[in-house]
């Protein structure tokens, strides 16, 4: 069976998905509200997280998000379960750098088409936590099979994104959806095919829409 990647994502209700767990996590850009999702988990955000890593699994990161896990989960000790299961993954890191990847089991991706061939081999579910730069392109290659969205509810205002610059078109349907105590919504969504197009227009617009229209199509 072909391994899915599953993109585990928390984000702002506008969309912004830098830094969620600390002020220090990530600074780029002038990013200065590090720590956003900290006030709002509850138990069962926690249980849902628990889900998504609870059984074997292998992690896709950008370099900038590795670096970030790589100085922070192998340190954090035998209480804390998820650290030893992130030590064990695999973790399959797309850069072009050819700077050595030290934590163990850690190993460089120079390109997506790379990553579709790992997707194609064997092993676990694979898993990408961070990592803003890789959706757009994982988007346009057709490689996410799922996405776990926790939206808080914050408005950020600015700061990397879900969906950047490069991400196609297509739609998404809903498969679960939970709402926390604390108000964050955690919904499951699997790719859907191109967007269906309708329209509540009239079928014979007034002389006035056809005005309006013409104006657009002049000013662009």
Same mark, same amino acid.
């Given at each position: 069976?072909?391994?899915?990647?599953?993109?585990?994502?928390?984000?702002?209700?506008?969309?912004?998905?830098?830094?969620?767990?600390?002020?220090?996590?990530?600074? /780029?850009?002038?990013?200065?509200?590090?720590? *956003?999702?900290?006030?709002?988990? =509850? @138990?069962?955000? &926690?249980? #849902?997280?628990? %889900?998504?890593?609870?059984?074997?699994?292998?992690?896709?990161?950008?370099?900038? /998000?590795?670096?970030?896990?790589?100085?922070? *989960?192998?340190?954090?000790?035998? =209480? @804390?379960?998820? &650290?030893? #299961?992130?030590? %064990?993954?695999?973790?399959?890191?797309?850069?072009?750098?050819?700077?050595?990847?030290?934590?163990?089991?850690?190993?460089?991706?120079?390109?997506?088409?790379?990553?579709?061939?790992?997707?194609?081999?064997?092993?676990?579910?694979?898993?990408?936590?961070?990592?803003?730069?890789?959706?757009?392109?994982?988007?346009?290659?057709?490689?996410?099979?799922?996405?776990?969205?926790?939206?808080?509810?914050?408005?950020?205002?600015?700061?990397?994104?879900?969906?950047?610059?490069?991400?196609?078109?297509?739609?998404?349907?809903?498969?679960?959806?939970?709402?926390?105590?604390?108000?964050?919504?955690?919904?499951?969504?699997?790719?859907?095919?191109?967007?269906?197009?309708?329209?509540?227009?009239?079928?014979?617009?007034?002389?006035?829409?056809?005005?309006?229209?013409?104006?657009?199509?002049?000013?662009?």
């Amino acid at each position: 069976m072909t391994r899915k990647i599953i993109g585990g994502v928390f984000q702002s209700l506008d969309g912004v998905i830098q830094a969620p767990g600390g002020p220090t996590e990530d600074w /780029t850009g002038g990013f200065t509200l590090g720590g *956003w999702s900290f006030h709002y988990w =509850d @138990e069962m955000m &926690g249980n #849902a997280m628990g %889900a998504l890593f609870g059984g074997p699994f292998d992690l896709l990161l950008g370099r900038k /998000t590795y670096e970030i896990f790589a100085a922070h *989960w192998p340190y954090v000790g035998e =209480d @804390e379960p998820i &650290g030893a #299961a992130f030590d %064990a993954a695999n973790k399959y890191v797309v850069t072009h750098s050819g700077d050595p990847l030290d934590w163990q089991n850690s190993h460089h991706v120079p390109t997506i088409d790379a990553i579709a061939a790992i997707k194609a081999g064997d092993g676990p579910d694979i898993l990408i936590q961070g990592s803003s730069t890789l959706y757009p392109q994982l988007f346009a290659a057709g490689l996410i099979d799922r996405l776990f969205v926790m939206t808080f509810p914050v408005v950020i205002g600015g700061g990397k994104r879900l969906f950047g610059p490069g991400t196609p078109p297509f739609a998404m349907k809903l498969v679960k959806h939970e709402v926390a105590t604390t108000g964050v919504t955690m919904a499951t969504y699997e790719p859907a095919g191109d967007i269906p197009i309708g329209s509540f227009q009239q079928k014979e617009p007034s002389e006035r829409e056809v005005a309006r229209q013409e104006r657009m199509k002049r000013e662009g």
